[in-house]
C-alpha cells in the first residue's frame, strides 16, 4: 500500500508538472513573437532584448520539461543518478547560453547610447504589461513544485525575473512617450541584463555543482 501511494503521489506531481510545462511553453512562444514583432516595429531594444530573452526561457522550459521527464521515467533505478546529472547538465547549458546572450544585448545597448534611436514609447509599455501577466502566470505554475527538482526551480526563478524586468519596460516606455528620453530604451536594456544575471547566478553554480557530482547546497 505504503508503494501504491508513492506511485500515485509521483504520477499525480508528473501530471502536474506536465500541465505547467505546457501551459507555460504555450504562453510564452505566443508571447515571444509579439513581443519581438511589435519591439522591430517600435524600433525598441528593450522589447527585441526582452524577446530574445523569452525565447532562451522557451528552450530553457523545453530542456527541462524533457529533463524532468527523463528522471521520472527512471526513478528509483539504477539510472537515476545518471538522469539526474543529465538534468543538471540541461540546466547548465542553458543558463550559459543565457548569459552569452544577455553580454550581445548589452553590448547593443552600449552602442544605443552613443547613437540613440526614436522608440514608440506606448506601444512598448503596453506589450511589456501584458508580459507582465504572462510571466507572472508561468513563474505560478511552478511555484508549488520549486523545491522539487532544480529544473522547475530554474523556470520558477526565470519567469519570476521576466515579470520583473517586464514592469521595469512598462514604466520606461511611459517615461520615453511623456519625455521623450531615447535613452532609456538602452538603459532599460541593461537593467535587464542585470536582473537576469542577478537572478540566474544560483541555479548557475548549483546545477555546475551537480554536474561535478558535489552535493546540493
Same mark, same amino acid.
Given at each position: 500500500?505504503? &508503494?501504491?501511494?508513492?506511485?500515485?503521489? &509521483?504520477?499525480?506531481? @508528473?501530471?502536474?508538472? =506536465?500541465?505547467?510545462? #505546457?501551459?507555460?511553453?504555450?504562453?510564452?512562444?505566443?508571447?515571444?513573437?509579439?513581443?519581438?514583432?511589435? *519591439?522591430?516595429?517600435?524600433?525598441?531594444?528593450?522589447?527585441v532584448?526582452?524577446?530574445?530573452?523569452?525565447?532562451?526561457?522557451?528552450? *530553457?522550459?523545453?530542456?527541462?520539461?524533457?529533463?524532468?521527464? !527523463?528522471?521520472?521515467?527512471h526513478?528509483? =533505478?539504477?539510472?537515476?543518478? &545518471?538522469?539526474?546529472?543529465?538534468?543538471?547538465w540541461?540546466?547548465?547549458?542553458?543558463?550559459?547560453?543565457?548569459?552569452?546572450?544577455?553580454?550581445?544585448?548589452?553590448?547593443? @545597448?552600449?552602442?544605443?547610447?552613443?547613437?540613440p534611436?526614436?522608440? *514608440?514609447?506606448?506601444?512598448?509599455?503596453?506589450?511589456?504589461?501584458? *508580459?507582465? !501577466?504572462v510571466?507572472?502566470? =508561468? #513563474?505560478?505554475?511552478?511555484?508549488?513544485?520549486?523545491?522539487?527538482?532544480?529544473?522547475?526551480?530554474?523556470?520558477?526563478?526565470?519567469?519570476?525575473?521576466?515579470?520583473?524586468?517586464?514592469?521595469?519596460?512598462v514604466?520606461?516606455?511611459?517615461?520615453?512617450?511623456? =519625455?521623450?528620453?531615447?535613452? !532609456?530604451?538602452?538603459?532599460?536594456?541593461?537593467?535587464?541584463?542585470?536582473?537576469?544575471?542577478?537572478?540566474?547566478?544560483?541555479?548557475?553554480?548549483?546545477?555546475?555543482?551537480?554536474?561535478?557530482?558535489?552535493?546540493?547546497?
Amino acid at each position: 500500500m505504503p &508503494h501504491d501511494h508513492s506511485h500515485h503521489h &509521483h504520477t499525480h506531481a @508528473a501530471q502536474r508538472y =506536465t500541465k505547467a510545462f #505546457a501551459w507555460g511553453l504555450l504562453l510564452n512562444t505566443a508571447f515571444v513573437v509579439v513581443e519581438f514583432v511589435v *519591439g522591430l516595429q517600435t524600433n525598441s531594444l528593450g522589447l527585441v532584448s526582452d524577446a530574445g530573452h523569452n525565447l532562451g526561457d522557451v528552450a *530553457g522550459l523545453l530542456l527541462a520539461w524533457l529533463s524532468v521527464y !527523463l528522471s521520472s521515467r527512471h526513478r528509483g =533505478t539504477a539510472e537515476t543518478i &545518471h538522469y539526474q546529472k543529465l538534468s543538471a547538465w540541461l540546466t547548465f547549458l542553458n543558463n550559459l547560453v543565457l548569459f552569452v546572450a544577455v553580454g550581445i544585448i548589452a553590448w547593443e @545597448a552600449v552602442q544605443r547610447f552613443n547613437h540613440p534611436e526614436p522608440v *514608440g514609447g506606448i506601444r512598448v509599455a503596453i506589450v511589456a504589461a501584458v *508580459g507582465i !501577466l504572462v510571466n507572472a502566470i =508561468t #513563474a505560478y505554475l511552478f511555484y508549488r513544485d520549486r523545491k522539487d527538482n532544480i529544473n522547475i526551480r530554474s523556470a520558477y526563478v526565470h519567469m519570476l525575473a521576466d515579470a520583473m524586468v517586464s514592469a521595469g519596460v512598462v514604466v520606461a516606455g511611459i517615461l520615453i512617450y511623456t =519625455t521623450g528620453w531615447q535613452w !532609456l530604451d538602452p538603459a532599460i536594456s541593461l537593467l535587464i541584463v542585470i536582473v537576469i544575471v542577478y537572478s540566474s547566478y544560483a541555479v548557475f553554480m548549483e546545477s555546475w555543482r551537480m554536474v561535478q557530482g558535489k552535493p546540493r547546497s
